[in-house]
C-alpha cells in the first residue's frame, strides 16, 4: 500500500499523559500536513512541513503540541498533559509540492484519540 | 465568520434525485478549490478540484464562482452509495502553505 499511514489508529489515554503519533507520508511527496477534526466539523490545519523544515503553525496547536519531521520523510505529532478536549480525530496529509497544480492531498486513515 | 460555510444539512433525498450544495468563502485571493467525500469514521478523500470553467466526473458536476465567492456541486441520479459527508475546501493564495480551509461539512443521506 503506497498511500498515508498513521500510527497508531486509536489511543485511549488518561488525562495528564503524554501521546505521540506518527505519519508516513506517501514517499514522493515532499509536503506534510497535519489536521485535527472533532465530531461535526471539518478538519482544522494544525501545521506544515516542507521536507524537514516546519514552516507553519496554526494558533490552534499550544505549547503543548509539538510536531516533527527530522529527516523529511515521517513526522510525528506529540501532545504533552493531554487535556479531554484534545480528543479528536488526528489526520495527517501529504502532498507532492511545487505549485498549485500539485496541491491535492492524500490523506492518511487518521488516530482517534480519547482522553479520559 | 467562517472562513468556509456550509450546510450541514441533513440532506435526506430519494434515490435516483439530482441534489446540490453550495459553498461559500470568505477569502477572495482564494486560489484553489475543491470537494473531499467523507464516509463515517474515516479520512477525506477527493471528489474532484473545482475550476473557473466548472468540472463534470460522471454524475458530479462542480462549479465555481468567483465574483460571489461560492462553490457549488450537483450530483445527479443519486446512489445509495452516494450517502457521505461532502467536504468543501479552499486554499488560500496568502498562504504559501497551500493548507486546507474546510467547511464544516454538509451531510447527504440517500434513501431506498
Known amino acids: 500500500d503506497t498511500g498515508v499511514s498513521q500510527n497508531p489508529r486509536h489511543k485511549i489515554t488518561k488525562r495528564g499523559q503524554n501521546v505521540t503519533f506518527r505519519c508516513d507520508p506517501i514517499?514522493?511527496?515532499?509536503?506534510l500536513y497535519w489536521y485535527r477534526q472533532t465530531l461535526g466539523q471539518g478538519p482544522e490545519f494544525l501545521t506544515y512541513f516542507q521536507n524537514e523544515a516546519q514552516l507553519e503553525k496554526s494558533r490552534l496547536l499550544s505549547d503543548r503540541f509539538s510536531a516533527e519531521r527530522p529527516k523529511g520523510s515521517f513526522s510525528t505529532l506529540e501532545i504533552q498533559r493531554t487535556e479531554q478536549g484534545d480528543s479528536a480525530m488526528y489526520l495527517c496529509?501529504?502532498?507532492?509540492?511545487?505549485?498549485?497544480?500539485?496541491?491535492?492531498?492524500?490523506f492518511g486513515p487518521g488516530t482517534r484519540l480519547t482522553v479520559l | 465568520r467562517k472562513e468556509v460555510e456550509q450546510d450541514p444539512g441533513p440532506f435526506n433525498v430519494p434515490e435516483g434525485a439530482t441534489v446540490a450544495f453550495n459553498c461559500t468563502y470568505s477569502n477572495s485571493a482564494s486560489q484553489s478549490f475543491f470537494w473531499y467525500r467523507q464516509d463515517c469514521r474515516k479520512e477525506p478523500k477527493l471528489l474532484m478540484s473545482v475550476y473557473s470553467s466548472g468540472n463534470e466526473d460522471g454524475r458530479f458536476t462542480a462549479q465555481l464562482n468567483r465574483a460571489s465567492q461560492y462553490i457549488s456541486l450537483l450530483i445527479r441520479d443519486s446512489k445509495l452509495s452516494d450517502s457521505a459527508t461532502y467536504l468543501c475546501?479552499?486554499?488560500?493564495?496568502?498562504?504559501?502553505?497551500?493548507?486546507?480551509?474546510f467547511g464544516t461539512g454538509t451531510r447527504l443521506k440517500v434513501l431506498a
Open positions: 475546501v479552499v486554499t488560500p493564495r496568502t498562504s504559501g502553505t497551500y493548507k486546507y480551509i
Open positions: 496529509a501529504s502532498s507532492r509540492g511545487g505549485g498549485p497544480d500539485y496541491n491535492e492531498q492524500f
Open positions: 514517499s514522493e511527496h515532499n509536503r
